[in-house]
């Protein structure tokens, strides 16, 4: 299978290339716009112009899609802007990327026949939520510019269900954490900082409540819903691990060697979202199951930060981190 994966320089899209290049024999062509989240540096190994080769260029650019994806059997699409802190200071870019580009796939994908389209999305379209989890019916409550435009991305991808019958299947993760993750993102943030003797910022009260998943785990998941799950359906994904910020950030004081004087309160984020849970039992029901504890993954993503400085360190200045 030639698989067209876009985002696939980013956090999560590279570890999902070198888990399908590991495990199976498919064929890659990684895409990516190598916006400020996308990085050379964390592809480069995997790039060799036979199972897998790399296109730089942006989803919003239908001519290149198209000369990209014509001849693959399936989209895996991760490429999104991701952060809620810059979608408040740039929308723009959100709506462009998220909703611009998904479109711009969709429709690329129809016109050259594409067989599966997997559109990775997120826990966060669904709101907060005080108790219970989310289930994949339940209503979409966005409520942060980035969060909004995934939303509005779920619901172009999967009106080419309807209209065009293009067979698309969509993912909502929960938190993923893990190797390669962009040092803006609270773990490696909170990691690198640490390890430099740096103070870490936690947002307000730090009660906001995350479910931790290590990408390895969302990546089966997704994979196995790109191969078995129902064409034009959701599926959540998440580890049922929720840790508010603030025990979050204990963890990794302790695995970093520092107390607490390394905490820094700071404002709270304009509309932080409380907390987010979705339901699994139907990703479940295609037979994934965890794989990784939190405690060990975590622990061994904070060796990896301490042995990769040569990755993280010149995305930190660049980015004045």
Same mark, same amino acid.
């Given at each position: ?12 899209g590279s570890n999902y290339a070198r888990w399908v290049l590991a495990n199976s024999d498919h064929q890659l062509t990684i895409y990516d716009a190598l916006t400020y989240a996308g990085n050379m540096a964390s ?11 790399f296109v730089h260029a942006d989803i919003c650019d239908r001519d290149a899609v198209l000369a990209a994806m014509d001849g693959h059997d399936a989209v895996v699409h991760f490429a999104a802007e991701s952060h809620v802190d810059n979608s408040i200071a ?44 989310? %289930? ?10 980035? %969060? ?50 740096? =103070? ?57 060697? =520092?107390?607490? %004087? ?46 990769? =400085? ?12």
């Amino acid at each position: 299978m030639k698989l067209f994966v876009t985002g696939a320089a980013g956090f999560i899209g590279s570890n999902y290339a070198r888990w399908v290049l590991a495990n199976s024999d498919h064929q890659l062509t990684i895409y990516d716009a190598l916006t400020y989240a996308g990085n050379m540096a964390s592809i480069d190994d995997i790039v060799d112009g036979g199972r897998c080769r790399f296109v730089h260029a942006d989803i919003c650019d239908r001519d290149a899609v198209l000369a990209a994806m014509d001849g693959h059997d399936a989209v895996v699409h991760f490429a999104a802007e991701s952060h809620v802190d810059n979608s408040i200071a740039d929308p723009y870019a959100f709506v462009r990327t998220n909703c611009l580009g998904t479109n711009v796939l969709c429709d690329v994908a129809r016109q050259v026949g594409v067989g599966r389209f997997l559109h990775i999305s997120t826990d966060e379209v669904y709101g907060s939520i005080d108790v219970g989890s989310f %289930s994949e019916t339940d209503r979409l409550t966005p409520r942060s510019p980035y %969060s909004a435009s995934k939303a509005g991305s779920d619901l172009i991808a999967l009106s080419y269900v309807t209209t065009h019958r293009l067979p698309v299947v969509v993912t909502r993760c929960s938190n993923n954490f893990g190797p390669y993750q962009f040092p803006e993102k609270v773990i490696p943030l909170f990691t690198t900082n640490l390890l430099d003797g740096r =103070r870490v910022p936690l947002y307000g009260d730090g009660g906001n409540v995350r479910d931790w998943i290590h990408v390895e785990d969302h990546n089966r998941a997704a994979h196995l819903v790109l191969e078995q799950g129902v064409v034009g359906e959701v599926y959540n994904i998440g580890a049922h691990h929720e840790l508010t910020n603030r025990e979050l950030t204990y963890a990794l004081l302790e695995l970093c060697g =520092r107390d607490e %004087s390394y905490i820094e309160a700071v404002a709270d984020r304009l509309g932080h979202d409380r907390r987010y849970s979705v339901n699994t039992d139907k990703v479940a029901a295609l037979g994934w199951r965890l794989q990784r504890s939190f405690e060990q993954s975590l622990a061994e993503t904070v060796q990896w930060y301490r042995d990769n =400085r040569w990755w993280w360190e010149p995305l930190k200045a660049a980015r004045g981190l």
